[in-house]
Each structure stands twice: as structure tokens, then as C-alpha cells.
């Protein structure tokens, strides 16, 4: 059973960084897209970022890119999401999840995704 956890969440202040991390168990990672889903109290649930099965892709939300940077350790069986220039909009709980696929980083589609972790909380506050 494919088991997703995350962990780095906490307060930042606007305008700092943050990594937070998404460690996998129960299965490799050769053959999962992994994304980076966030909720703000609400909102609906939003895509931020993914990297597909083969790490040869990438893609980033509109109201991220260039702040944030996704990547995988294979050996570790775990995808980072490092954020830069955090700014208040970006508060909310990240989720990591993870979809069966062999093909290029899009847009995630929370319907898509099989397996979901528990969520870290991201604050970003003066």
C-alpha cells in the first residue's frame, strides 16, 4: 500500500522560504506523477506543482512560478517542494499525492490522484 507523508510545514514570514517534503513508502516512485496540492480556509483545492514519473518534467501554477522549485530523491523516496518569496496567498495545507503515469508533468487533477497524504500546514505571516 502506497503510503505518502508529509513533513516541513510551519510559520514563515512574507517574503522567506520554506521546504517541505513528501516522503513515500510501499512502492517506487519510477512509475508515479507526484504533486503538490495546496487548500486555503475556503478555497478550493489547487494544483501547484508536479514532476512527472521519469523527473524529465515539470509544471508549475501560474501563482508560483518562478517562487517555487519541485524535485525528487529517488534514493529516498521523497519530492521536495522548496518555496521562495512566500507572500500571505500562499498560506493554506499542502498535500502531496501521487497518480499512476507514465506521461509528462500538466496540470494536476485532484480526481486523478490515487493515493493523498496528510497534509502539512504552510503559514506565511508578519
Known amino acids: 500500500q502506497l503510503q505518502l507523508v508529509e513533513s516541513g510545514g510551519g510559520l514563515v514570514q512574507p517574503g522567506g522560504s520554506l521546504r517541505i517534503s513528501c516522503e513515500i513508502s510501499?512502492?517506487?516512485?519510477?512509475?508515479?506523477?507526484i504533486a503538490w496540492f495546496r487548500q486555503a480556509p475556503g478555497k478550493e483545492r489547487e494544483g501547484v506543482s508536479c514532476i512527472s514519473s521519469s523527473d524529465r518534467s515539470t509544471y508549475y501554477g501560474d501563482s508560483v512560478k518562478g517562487r517555487f522549485t519541485i524535485s525528487r530523491d529517488k534514493a529516498k523516496n521523497t519530492v521536495h517542494l522548496q518555496m521562495s518569496n512566500l507572500q500571505p496567498d500562499d498560506t493554506g495545507i499542502y498535500y502531496c499525492?501521487?497518480?499512476?503515469?507514465?506521461?509528462?508533468?500538466?496540470?494536476?487533477?485532484?480526481?486523478?490522484?490515487?493515493?493523498w497524504g496528510q497534509g502539512t500546514q504552510v503559514t506565511v505571516s508578519s
Open positions: 499525492a501521487a497518480h499512476l503515469s507514465l506521461f509528462p508533468a500538466k496540470r494536476p487533477n485532484a480526481a486523478e490522484y490515487e493515493y
Open positions: 510501499g512502492v517506487a516512485l519510477d512509475y508515479y506523477v
